[in-house]
């Protein structure tokens, strides 16, 4: 029998990407192989994500076009996942007829069984209700060949309610995965070759996963921490209200944990940090950086902020910039607001013009590109240890990696470094990456190799 093929278009954050390659990994169980190609494929998903008004923006224009590619093709299967089918359920095959498929984002396990009914009734499903316990937790991605590094879903769904976040409502609540199957998972994945994991979760400070007794996420980073193969551990996301002294401390006391955290302030004004409902003021956040800075003065702190909130002044946007320069992130990702119906900010008066929202935006990103390149630039002549993931994309000389801190590092190297720990001399700084080229040292173990 011909194999069926599937293609799979994601939008949003590291959450999607990941439910995206268990996605595929569930197809390819039944029969499926994936292409890179739309044009070619049987079965189309599209895994959208609400959190952020741009991706909703792409989601109608890739419908738009999918639908042409429908006329062509009558028994090509379209389904929608993700954050916004969660939201929308069946108002969008109201929108798109054409649709076949919605699911929700606690019915990812189930659809090949989705996708067997609609073969066998031609008829449109919609599969949006959230479960107690949320199997696609546990499904285990594909792993592509020379793949050095993993994402490792702990958690999903949140119960925070930040004031302008869709997530609560259509991830559901909290729910932790078994201690024992999460480590169970990361030693699967060292033995095919994983090196670095990325454990995931909307608020991965709160894990409480139970193995007969109550393990926090600290329990788990040390777990984790102890499994033969892996070399490196990092995680997203963290909340600034949750991070404990004793995750903290993990910085310094667990050796393959990575220099690295996000840690989302979202404001530098408590005035606005309390309507968003964070649960922090500057100065709690400050503490924690410190704090961080002090076990471990290298790290590389990264960060979320939007500007624009309702009734944010230009005295709250002051203290956003203020607090930016007292920090110094590495780098951040800045955001308008963007309404979500539903959530508690939606209700709130005095909206800031999208003209004040595009301006403070741009002020922000400025900002942040400068401190950037200056922290970039802070490590030229240092050392660094590179976990190489593959050849770059902008050279096919080059070889491409990361430091502990997460920075993008290219440099010249022999194709069977891919996969391999090497230690890299920073020459050079960019706004998105770094040049580095081998120590003499790692050039002469090459050399024996
Ligand atoms: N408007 C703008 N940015 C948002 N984020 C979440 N919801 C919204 C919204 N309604 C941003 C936050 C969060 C990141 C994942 O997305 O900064 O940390
Ligand atoms: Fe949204 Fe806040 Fe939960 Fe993050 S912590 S997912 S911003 S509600």
């Keep these: 029998m011909e194999m069926k093929r599937i293609f799979v278009h994601t939008y949003g954050c590291q959450m999607n990407v990941h439910d995206s390659e268990k996605i595929v990994a569930l197809m390819e169980n ?16 599209i895994n959208t994500c609400s959190i952020r008004e741009k991706a909703a923006q792409k989601v109608y224009s890739q419908l738009g076009r999918l639908r042409k590619l429908k006329e062509k093709k009558p028994e090509l299967i379209i389904g929608v996942g993700g954050c916004l089918a969660q939201q929308w359920g069946a108002k969008f095959i109201e929108k798109a007829p054409y649709l076949n498929l919605v ?8 659809l090949p069984e989705f996708i067997k009914m609609i073969e066998k009734t031609g008829m449109p499903q919609v599969k949006t209700e959230f479960h107690e316990s949320v199997k696609s937790l546990g499904i285990l991605p594909r792993s592509k060949n020379g793949k050095v590094s993993s994402y490792v879903t702990i958690m999903q ?23 024992c199957d999460i480590v169970d998972e990361v030693k699967t994945l ?6 670095e994991v990325t454990l995931l979760g909307q608020n991965v400070n709160s894990y409480c996963g139970t193995n007969g007794i109550v393990h926090d996420f600290t329990d788990l980073v040390q777990e984790i921490g102890t499994i033969s193969g892996i070399e490196r551990i990092r995680f997203t996301t963290s909340h600034p209200k949750d991070l404990s002294d004793k995750l903290i401390n ?3 006391a667990v050796d393959i944990l990575c220099e690295h955290i996000h840690l989302p302030v979202q404001s530098g004004s408590d005035r606005i940090l309390k309507m968003m409902n964070r649960c922090y003021t500057f100065a ?7 704090k961080l800075r002090t076990v471990c003065p290298d790290i590389s702190i990264t960060s979320d902020i939007i500007v624009g909130f309702p009734g944010e002044t230009d005295t709250d946007f002051q203290a956003t910039i203020d607090m930016m320069g007292k920090i110094r992130f590495d780098s951040s990702f800045s ?3 963007s309404e979500r119906e539903g959530t508690a900010a939606a209700e709130l008066k005095d909206k800031v013009s999208e003209c004040i929202k595009r301006d403070r935006l741009r002020i922000v990103q400025d900002l942040q590109d400068r401190h950037t390149i200056e922290r970039n630039r802070a490590m030229i002549g240092n050392k660094e240890e590179i976990l190489v993931e593959g050849i770059s994309k902008n050279s096919h000389k080059d070889l491409t990696g990361r430091t502990r801190t997460n920075k993008v590092v290219n440099f010249e190297g022999n194709y069977e470094l891919i996969g391999k720990t090497v230690s890299v001399m920073i020459i050079d700084a960019y706004l998105h990456s770094l040049r580095g080229e081998l120590t003499k040292e790692e050039v002469a173990k090459c050399l024996l190799r």
């Design 30 to 45: 039944s029969g499926y192989e994936i292409v890179d190609d739309e044009k070619k494929a049987d079965l189309i998903i």
């Design 103 to 110: 699911f929700g984002t606690h019915n990812i396990c189930h």
């Design 157 to 179: 769904g949140c119960n925070n309610f930040c004031s302008y976040c869709v997530v609560p409502y259509v991830r559901g609540q909290e729910e932790s995965r078994k201690f």
């Design 190 to 195: 060292a033995a095919s070759g994983i090196r």
């Design 250 to 252: 993990c910085f310094s």
């Design 284 to 290: 709690d956040y400050y503490e924690k950086v410190d």
């Design 335 to 337: 955001f308008k607001y």
